[in-house]
C-alpha cells in the first residue's frame, strides 16, 4: 500500500520560506510523478508544482521563480522550497503521487496547513 506523509507546514510571515517534505511509502517513487497541489475555502485543488525529474517539471505561474520544487529518489522523497511567500500563498497543500504505469496510482497525501500572515 502506497501512502504519503506531508510535514513542514506552518505559520510565516509574507516574505519568509518553508520546505515541505512528502515522503512515500512504497517501492514506486522513482517511477511516479510528484506534485504539490493546493486548496484554499472556496476554490478547487489547484496545481502548485509537479516533477517526474530534474529535467521534466513544471510550475504554477503564480509561484515561478519562489518556489522549488525537488526530488530525492533515494529518500522517496519529494520537497517544495518556498521563498518570498505571499498571503496569497496560504491553503493547504497536498502531495500526490501519480503513475500511469500497471498498475496505475494516483494518491494523495493527508495535507499540510501554511498561513502566511502580511
Known amino acids: 500500500q502506497v501512502q504519503l506523509v506531508e510535514s513542514g507546514g506552518g505559520l510565516v510571515q509574507a516574505g519568509g520560506s518553508l520546505r515541505l517534505s512528502c515522503t512515500v511509502s512504497?517501492?514506486?517513487?522513482?517511477?511516479?510523478?510528484m506534485g504539490w497541489y493546493r486548496q484554499t475555502p472556496g476554490k478547487q485543488r489547484e496545481l502548485v508544482a509537479v516533477?517526474?525529474?530534474?529535467?521534466?517539471?513544471n510550475y504554477a505561474d503564480s509561484v515561478k521563480g519562489r518556489f522549488t520544487i525537488l526530488r530525492d529518489n533515494a529518500k522517496n522523497t519529494v520537497y517544495l522550497q518556498m521563498n518570498s511567500l505571499k498571503p496569497e500563498d496560504t491553503g493547504v497543500y497536498y502531495c500526490?503521487?501519480?503513475?500511469?504505469?500497471?498498475?496505475?496510482?494516483?494518491?494523495w497525501g493527508q495535507g499540510t496547513q501554511v498561513t502566511v500572515s502580511s
Open positions: 500526490n503521487l501519480k503513475r500511469l504505469l500497471t498498475p496505475p496510482y494516483d494518491v
Open positions: 516533477i517526474f525529474s530534474p529535467g521534466m517539471l
Open positions: 512504497g517501492s514506486i517513487f522513482s517511477s511516479s510523478t
